[in-house]
């Protein structure tokens, strides 16, 4: 597609349930990030991947967050046993830079609640 | 913790005015990036300033760079009722993550 995009754009989710995140990506970008962004707040960062290596997993929150990218594209990011906490804005964005600095592209996010 | 933090967190201005919203970060960086939010969902690119860069220009976006003050500007000018979105800022330090701030809340009074 011409841009990135995610899916669901919104989920409403019971607690304690499990929920998948999809994204996109822009073809042949090799940089994939997740960010969450809560209500009114800036973008807090959750994982990076880049091509082939091992995935940046530092921002993720607990570890019942998890975060795979299928054949360098697809991206998954999986949140088991939810919490209110947990709901936010997920966003996913592209890159075609090797080294995150490059100008990223966003998808419109998944608006996640935990009822 | 943030890397990037802006400031004001809110501005209101008229349509025509100027608009002014800083971004001060804590270590040395590659590069500033200018996102713009609308609609509290995807962000779009704005502008990229270089650590050897000082200045640069968009349209109607200027954005200044102070490596020695680890702080950048974004200038609007001539705002319009469309431009009211939210400002972030970003900085990539190195390494893998881009870092962004909180956050300016435009509001442009038509």
């Known amino acids: 597609g011409a841009g990135v995009s995610q899916s669901p754009s919104n989920k409403v989710t019971e607690k304690g349930k499990d929920v998948e995140l999809r994204c996109d990506p822009i073809?042949?970008?090799?940089?994939l990030y997740w960010y969450r962004q809560s209500l009114g707040q800036g973008l807090e960062f959750l994982i990076y991947f880049q091509g082939n290596s091992a995935p940046d997993k530092s921002g993720l929150p607990s570890d019942r967050f998890s975060a795979e990218r299928t054949g360098g594209s697809v991206s998954t990011l999986t949140i088991q046993r939810t919490q209110q906490e947990d709901s936010a804005v997920y966003l996913c964005?592209?890159?075609?830079?090797?080294?995150?600095?490059?100008?990223?592209?966003f998808g419109q996010g998944t608006r996640l609640t935990v009822v | 913790s943030q890397q990037g933090e802006e400031d004001p967190q809110a501005l209101s201005i008229q349509e025509g005015e100027n608009a002014t919203m800083n971004c001060s970060y804590k270590t040395s960086i590659n590069n500033l990036q200018w996102y713009r939010q609308n609609s509290g969902r995807g962000l779009v690119h704005l502008i990229l300033?270089?650590?050897?860069?000082r200045e640069k220009h968009s349209g109607r976006l200027r954005v200044t760079l102070d490596t020695s003050k680890k702080s950048s500007s974004l200038l609007i000018t001539a705002s319009r009722a469309a431009d009211t979105a939210s400002y972030f800022c970003a900085t990539h330090a190195g390494g893998f993550k881009t870092i962004f701030g909180a956050g300016t809340r435009l509001f442009v009074k038509a």
């Open positions: 300033i270089r650590s050897n860069e």
């Open positions: 964005a592209s890159s075609l830079d090797r080294t995150g600095g490059l100008a990223a592209f």
């Open positions: 073809s042949g970008h090799t940089a």
